[in-house]
């Protein structure tokens, strides 16, 4: 935790940074959102691929479970796509 001067100085520099150099800040402030991206990304893959294996595999209940993991695969296929 910083004091209140620390975080004025930390939030003085942050300001110019932003002014100075808009293009660093923004490739830094973008790779938390690309990692959390992939990551849905790839469980979406996965769930898909579930899907034809518990449809043979187990008939009609695991085809109703199928349904409702294509439906959670779009939900997180739309939510990784950059808008």
Known sequence: MLSREDQR?????????RIS???????LGD?????????MI?????IWATVPALTVIGGWAAAATSV????????LALR????
Not at 9 to 17: C, S
Not at 80 to 83: K, Q, S, Y
């Open 21 to 27: 150099d808009p293009e660093f800040v923004a490739r």
């Open 42 to 46: 790839i469980t979406t893959l996965l």
């Open 31 to 39: 790779t938390a959102a690309t990692r959390r991206n992939r990551l």
């Open 9 to 17: 100085r930390f939030d003085q520099i942050t300001r110019q940074l």
């Open 68 to 75: 409702a993991l294509l439906g959670v695969a779009g939900v």
């Open 80 to 83: 990784a796509r950059p808008w």
